[in-house]
């Protein structure tokens, strides 16, 4: 067993140390030697290896355990680590979340980056630092990132979304609600494909029975860099690389488009000048 390997051990220990295995009925307060008090309001139940909360809670800064489940209004005062974390509710971290696995739906603030494997959000949330995944991003709503968003295979935005720094992923996914939505550093991935929502309400072939047309959204960005496939609606941009380029109906091209082996321009789409064909390598 190697050194790194004996500590984790020794924390993980410690940690079934210091945390009690408590059940709290109305409202109660744990305390958690070295770390702080847990405080809960409803019902909630606190162990080394879980920590459960429905009702509303208030959790310590440098908390860490196995699986963290929240129903309800939360705060917690710092830093915050988990293998699994599942949110429901209200939540305001006033720190940076590190996870294997964060799922968050209603109105989520991290006031510090999110670290881990998978995120999934649904309602309102904003990052006020980065997201680093090592696998995939997917987000149903309104979406803000103040830095960069990296995520090491997929990610996904459905709503409305402001990233104040990079979009940098394998598969990007886009799918744009009738507001305007920002990715102020760019977007690099292996595919990129943004589309704008189509008809709500109930459609039967292709025709609103109980329903309207969305009002199309835009997307404003800087480069759209693709190794593979491009596929863009609504996207005003500066330029945009890949190898098969599609733009499509409501683009706006400021700088210029080049692919490597197909391209298809709408004509309705907007470029500042004729698509140019590269030999993109790499």
Not at 159 to 172: A, E, L, Y
């Amino acid at each position: 067993m190697s050194g790194e390997e004996i500590m984790r051990k020794y924390e993980k220990e410690l940690r079934r140390v210091n945390v009690p295995t408590t059940h709290v009925s109305g409202s109660g307060k744990v305390h958690i030697d070295g770390v702080g008090d847990i405080q809960i309001s409803g019902s909630g139940f606190v162990s080394p290896q879980e920590i459960k909360i429905s009702g509303s809670g208030r959790l310590p800064a440098g908390l860490k355990t196995e699986k963290l489940k929240c129903a309800g209004s939360v705060s917690i005062e710092g830093d915050i680590e988990a293998e699994e974390m599942d949110f429901s509710g209200s939540a305001s971290i006033a720190g940076s979340v590190k996870a294997k696995s964060v799922s968050a739906s209603g109105s989520f603030l991290v006031d510090g980056d999110v670290q881990g494997s998978s995120f999934r959000v649904a309602g309102s949330c904003r990052v006020e630092s980065a997201i680093e995944l090592e696998n995939a991003l997917h987000v149903f709503g309104s979406f803000r990132v103040s830095g960069d968003v990296r995520a090491g295979k997929y990610t996904e935005l459905r709503g409305k979304f402001d990233i104040g720094g990079k979009i940098v992923t394998q598969d990007f996914k886009a799918e744009l609600d009738r507001h305007e939505s920002y990715a102020h550093g760019g977007i690099e991935a292996e595919n990129v494909d943004i589309k704008k929502r189509g008809i709500e309400g109930i459609v039967i072939f292709g025709i609103p029975i109980f329903g309207i047309l969305s009002r199309y959204g835009k997307l404003y960005t800087s480069d759209v860099i693709a190794k593979e496939k491009v596929y863009l609606e609504n996207v005003c941009c500066e330029n945009v690389i890949g190898r098969d380029v599609n733009i499509g109906e409501g683009c706006i091209v400021k700088g210029s488009v080049k692919y490597s082996n197909t391209i298809s321009v709408h004509q309705k789409a907007k470029l500042a000048s004729p698509p140019e064909k590269i030999d993109l390598k790499g």
